[in-house]
């Protein structure tokens, strides 16, 4: 039964409560407004998407990289940047811009504001994406991959406890369960949004909450920013925008995250005079495991990997150079997706999987997520970490075996029966060992283990001493079937660099605003076709605060 229809007043309407959205209402009540924020999800998602992340964000110039022995610079980060986004559309002008501007606060105020904040950093620093084995290519020349200390839900803290702080002055009210069915406009500029009211739910984060419609709204507002998160739940709208250049989509893959982040307000900003560009532009692992404590259906984890386990296709063939762990994630992406199957394989030893495995997600790194120092310090005792040691007891993709021909045995299990002979994986296997023997030799991987192995960081706690794969004082061998697991979209609403939304003819969309994923973290894609991870939190914090500051100022 549908009640009477709800009428709300307001200066700016946020629609998304996640990382992008918050900040952005933040931003807004800070500058006097009165706010609504307004998510189709119950309370208990607050935060959205970021909560569930590892915590990762892109810095340059930082003082943990000082002391790592890390010497960055600005000039150097934008190198990368361009030579990973490879801009080539005339529709990159405002996200090239955006890029530009991100860079500066990456290697400007970003971090300051942060610390302000409360903000706090593991010291060691990540050695994410570490790229083509090109100089002007794509990815990281140097570690930037900085995590905070609570994971996502310690990026997110200070600014749920300001959004609360707000709420209880009355200059922020939030609207959950209010879905946006539409962005109202009047002689083409914004003027509020409508939709429907869902029954209540006490859904747990992450779970179906349920679309049963018991009323309608309307927001009148100023401002209306758009902060409604990607795509990636929705595997059907992955799959119809997949770019022809990777191949086919996979006809199975695993959800990085929940059915709701289904990009449906994409289409209803456009129904409004928004601009969508870059959507064939995505980013998507192929690392994903199959969770065997699922949270949401098709629940997919992604391994963080280190470089040394010896990645196979779903044949056995050993992947070409510098498709490496943690080298090249849409390079992997492409190549797999020419082989045929859905599915590729790690290969490694207990001792790499003891130093190098670590899982993506809150939920996966209790210590980091809680502060734990004597949790944390288990992971440099001997063992695998406590959550990737239940994946390998109790997760589908995982074979472990005392001698390669029962690993391979496991492995046609797993994957599709008879792919593999033990003959062909030894052959692999056996001639990347011989490169072990010399302190140098033509073996690409191994020489980018002995030289990643100078970072401190590396050899602290995220790469293992090269070995023979085969050797049993490094056993039992291990073997893990990858899947491909969806994640972010890289393309979005067209946004100037006040957060604007553009029309398709060029003119900004008087009173629409759009920030993270929805605004492909700003600009309508400032990642171009590659990320360099940490970008993602970063992007959502640097556009929501673009965003909230430009629609308070009208």
């Given amino acids: 039964m549908v009640d009477s229809r709800e009428v709300i007043h307001a200066d700016v309407a946020v629609v998304g409560a996640g ?23 119950p309370p208990q998602s607050l935060g959205g998407q970021a909560h569930w992340s590892f915590g990762g964000l892109f810095l340059v110039g930082s003082p943990e990289q000082r002391r790592m022995g890390v010497r960055d610079s600005l000039a150097l980060a934008r190198q990368d940047w361009m030579g990973s986004a490879q801009f080539d559309r005339p529709e990159d002008y405002w996200p090239r811009a955006w890029a530009e501007a991100y860079l500066e606060s990456a290697a400007g105020e970003q971090r300051a504001w942060l610390h302000s904040l409360g903000v706090r950093f593991f010291p060691v ?83 179906a909450s349920g679309r049963d419609v018991v009323g309608e709204f309307e927001v009148e507002a100023g401002a209306v920013v758009i902060a409604s998160g990607g795509m990636g739940g929705n595997l059907e709208m992955v799959r119809r925008l997949w770019p022809q250049r990777m191949g086919t989509p996979p006809s199975s893959m695993v959800a990085g995250v929940p059915a709701h982040v289904d990009g449906r307000m994409l289409g209803i900003a456009e129904a409004a005079g928004a601009r969508l560009i870059n959507a064939d532009r995505m980013w998507h692992y192929t690392e994903g495991l199959r969770n065997w404590d699922p949270v949401w259906e098709n629940h997919g984890v992604r391994i963080l990997p280190g470089p040394s386990s010896v990645w196979l296709d779903a044949l056995g063939r050993r992947l070409p150079v510098p498709l490496f762990p943690g080298f090249d994630t849409l390079g992997t992406l492409r190549h797999l997706r020419g082989t045929g199957y859905d599915y590729s394989w790690f290969v490694l030893t207990q001792s ?16 980091l ?63 990347r ?18 030289s990643h192995r100078r970072y401190v960081g590396d050899r602290l706690i995220r790469v293992a001493a090269p070995h023979r794969i085969l050797d049993p004082r490094h056993g039992p061998l291990v073997a893990v079937r990858l899947n491909v697991l969806t994640r972010k979209a890289l393309g979005g609403l067209e946004t100037d660099l ?16 759009a920030a993270g994923e929805a605004a492909g973290f700003g600009g309508g894609g400032m990642m171009g076709y590659n990320a360099l991870e940490g970008t993602f939190l970063g992007g959502c914090l640097f556009s929501g605060r673009v965003a909230g500051r430009a629609a308070a100022a009208g």
């Avoid at 060992?433 to 002995?450: P, S, Y």
């Avoid at 006040?498 to 605003?513: D, E, K, T």
């Fill in 19 to 41: 990382l992008a959205g918050l900040v952005a209402a933040v931003e807004a009540a800070d500058a006097g407004r009165d706010v609504v924020v307004l998510d189709q999800e």
């Fill in 125 to 207: 620093v990540g050695w994410a994406e570490r790229g083509d084995g090109r100089a002007e290519g794509h990815g990281n020349s140097v570690p930037r991959f900085h995590i905070v200390w609570g994971t996502g839900p310690g990026v997110l803290a200070p600014f749920i406890r300001r959004a609360r702080a707000h709420a209880d002055a009355a200059r922020i009210r939030f609207l959950f369960r209010h879905r946006v069915d539409e962005v109202v406009t009047h002689d083409a500029a914004a003027t509020g949004v409508r939709g429907a009211r869902l029954a209540p739910s006490s859904a747990e984060r992450g779970k």
């Fill in 352 to 367: 790499i999987i003891e130093k190098e495995f670590a899982l993506s997600g809150s939920e996966q790194n209790p210590d």
């Fill in 369 to 431: 997520t809680g502060r734990d120092f004597r949790l944390l310090a288990s992971r440099v005792r001997p063992g695998a970490p406590g959550p990737v040691k239940a994946f390998m007891e109790h997760g589908e993709d995982f074979v472990v075996a005392d001698s390669l021909g029962e690993l391979v045995e496991g492995m046609n299990r797993v994957g599709e029966p008879g792919l593999l002979t033990e003959a062909a994986v030894r052959t692999v296997l056996e001639a």
């Fill in 433 to 450: 060992d011989a490169e072990i023997a010399n302190a140098f030799g033509k073996d690409a991987q191994v020489t980018f283990l002995r």
């Fill in 498 to 513: 006040s957060a604007r939304c553009m029309s398709p003819a060029g003119h900004v969309v008087a009173g629409l605003f």
